[in-house]
């Protein structure tokens, strides 16, 4: 019976098998699906691991971020915010400790990044980002808490600074125009002033936020995340209402208010960027105008990049004034620019104050007079209260010579507080001189008559030694009064010795010349006369000696008639000028066969000599 039972146990485990064998494609086995942790792009940091293999309804609890990525982005260190299913966000997102069901397939989970609420280069919150760089920056980040301020007044009650605005990307230059107001009017620690000097994390750059940059921060940080430190209280915005309200927002309800200047607000700094240079502005500003506007430059430079300085676009107009440029001093003390100058932005903002200047309206240009043969040009002017000026000469920068036309070109610097800009063309004066000067201009071209000779004057190769005048036209000597005429004398005596040299070879020392005359233009004939006579090339007589010297490179040397030689003695030795010694000089005039004219220089007597005779030669010249 035993047997019969178990044979029959056995059977039946045998009909089981078989059973199960065949039915195996009916039979759905469970498999096992994964979840992956993706950091999408982060720059730092382990993404969590779950080890665990679910089967499809499987309950899943997300990871946190267990292994502290991180994502830095310009300077940012972006905020994690969770996962979603699509790197992109557009999945199903997912908090930390937050449970799905399992599907039908493995899982990715993407972590999630965000500007708004990241940590920026400053170590504040960001709380704006526009997408995009535009005007230099992208991105607004509030200062951390511990630099905020309790009860602040905003400053300037009672009084319109002007020139704030309200939107986005204006708190950096309202700042600036608010500072620079309250500098110059001494009011210390007000909301703008505290801001501009704050340093945190290396960074310098802070200012007040505008009324809408102010209400960025409330929405992003406070009403959004909850973070940020940031009191229920008011705080201030760099958004003037009029000359006793500014804007603030009660950081309570989000709502913006504006309220009297003179009340106690808080204050946090903000700054806007684009990398992780700071960024600072340039601020144009109107420095006393009394209309029109001044230009406005939005862009953020960081330090080293290249600002080229803006035009008078706004037309801007002070009564009584010319607008220069512009200048980094009120006062006019800093460094001047003009429209389309360029330079390196430095490491805090920039303020060009409009630059004004009386126009120059002293026209008489003194110091400079006509030139006098033998004088030594002046280089300056005489400076007056409103320009001082430099001089330059053409042909020539040397001693003045006779009968040259000479031209001053005069070159006028305005001093401080005037200007050239308003200078109408020809405005200038110049005594004895025709002067010009473009429109706007200091350059004074002032031409001169020809320079005028004086007896004494060194020209032409020696001395003058008579000027023509205007009685006296003989045909050989004919006055012009376009242009002088007169004598020269040679610089030094021809006759090397005191026994000075006769005045004709021995074979004619009793032979007429005949035809030599004693008056003023009939030194030369004479001289030719002679010359003939007594041979040509021959320097052993006078006529011959005086003829031969070549001062100046002149060759038409004479000796002086009777008269023309007493004008040399009155003009020039009587007056010390010329170094002619208390002797006797010949003259060209014959008295006759054996006897010439010559005159005393110690006396100034004029008689004759026998021709055999010697005495001293000095030769002239005619111009």
Known sequence: ??????????????????MTGCGTSNIITPSPYTVTYNGNSSTGGTVPADANNYEQGDNVTV?????????????????????????????????????LTMGSANLTLYAQWSVIGGTGPAGGLIFYDKGLVSDGWRYLEAAPVST????????????LIGGTEVGIGTGQANTTTIVTWLDSNSETDRAAQLCVA??????????????????????????????????????????????????????????PFYTTKSNLYRVRAVRAFRSTAPTYIVN????????GTVPSDSYHYEPGETVTVLGNTGTLVKTGYVFVGWNTQADGGGTDYITDDTFSMSTSDVTLYAKWATVIDIAAITGVTAPVTGATP?????????????????????????????????????????????????FFTVTDAAATNPINSGVVTAVFPQTLLSVGDSYGGGIVAYILQPEETNGVYNYDASKQHGL??????????????????????????????????????NTDKIIAQNGVGIITYAAGLARAHNGGEYSDWFLPSKDELNLMYTNLKVQGVGGFANVSFWSSSELDAGLAWLQNFFSGNQFSSLKSNANRVRAVRAF
């Open 63 to 99: 990871l946190g971020n267990t292994g502290n990525l991180v994502k830095i982005q310009d300077g940012i260190s972006l905020l994690f915010t969770g996962w979603n299913t699509v790197d992109n966000g557009s999945g199903t997102s997912y908090d930390a400790a937050a449970t």
């Open 488 to 525: 020269i004398a040679a610089i030094a005596d021809q006759t090397s010795s005191e026994t000075g040299i006769i005045w004709a070879v021995t074979a004619h020392q009793s032979t007429s010349v005949g035809g030599t005359d004693i008056l003023l233009g009939t030194g030369s004939a």
């Open 148 to 159: 905020e301020w309790t009860g602040i007044q905003w400053g300037s009650y009672e009084t």
């Open 284 to 291: 144009y500003n109107a420095n006393g105008a009394t209309g």
């Open 198 to 255: 704050l340093t945190e994390g290396d960074y310098s750059d802070w200012f007040l936020p505008s009324k809408e940059e102010l209400g960025l921060m409330y929405t992003n940080l406070k009403k959004d995340y909850g973070v940020g430190g940031f009191s229920v209280d008011g705080y201030w915005s760099s958004s003037e209402y009029d000359a006793y309200n500014a804007w603030f927002q009660q950081f309570s309800n989000g709502s």
């Open 1 to 18: 019976m035993r047997r019969y039972n178990y044979l029959k146990f056995l059977l039946i485990v045998l009909v089981l098998i078989f």
């Open 378 to 426: 002046v280089t300056t002017i005489t400076a007056t209260a409103q320009y001082t000026g430099s001089v330059t000469w053409l042909p020539n920068d040397g001693v003045f010579a006779g009968e040259t036309e000479y031209t001053a070109t005069i070159t006028l610097t305005a001093k401080s507080g005037f200007t050239l800009t308003g200078v109408a063309a020809n």
